[in-house]
């Protein structure tokens, strides 16, 4: 009985080796990019939710035959809004890729490339 449960081990510990955590490749045909959100000067509507906003950005960019897909809307700490006008940064940056054929009309809406 002892033998078996040694067996069992170690063929546990062979299996948890054995598998590798492999996170998906890039699709090099998306870049990742990065807008600095306004208070409220954005050509989309905020929503009450980040969700319901990056689905209003996404929702403008195909209006405009823009390949985007909005990932996250992040407070950056490093980042203080110095004024509260409507072209004023709120603080906030919106992340998201863009398929690299449309990264010029997007860089025109102030996108930014993600390093």
């Known amino acids: 009985m002892k033998t078996y449960a040694i067996i069992a081990v170690l063929l546990l510990l062979l299996c948890a080796f054995q598998c590798e ?21 954005d050509p989309w509507q ?18 405009k035959n823009i390949r985007f897909d909005g990932t996250s809307i992040v407070q950056n700490r490093d980042i203080e809004a110095v004024c509260l006008a409507c ?8 992340y998201g890729t863009v398929h690299k054929d449309d990264l010029a009309k997007i860089k025109e809406l102030k996108f930014s490339e993600r390093n």
């Open 46 to 63: 905020r929503g009450t939710t980040d969700e319901q906003t990056l689905n209003n950005i996404e929702a403008f960019m195909r209006e």
């Open 87 to 94: 072209n004023c940064i709120s603080g906030r940056v919106i």
């Open 21 to 41: 955590s492999t996170s998906p490749e890039p699709n090099p045909d998306y870049i990742d990019v990065m807008y600095g959100e306004t208070q409220c000067a």
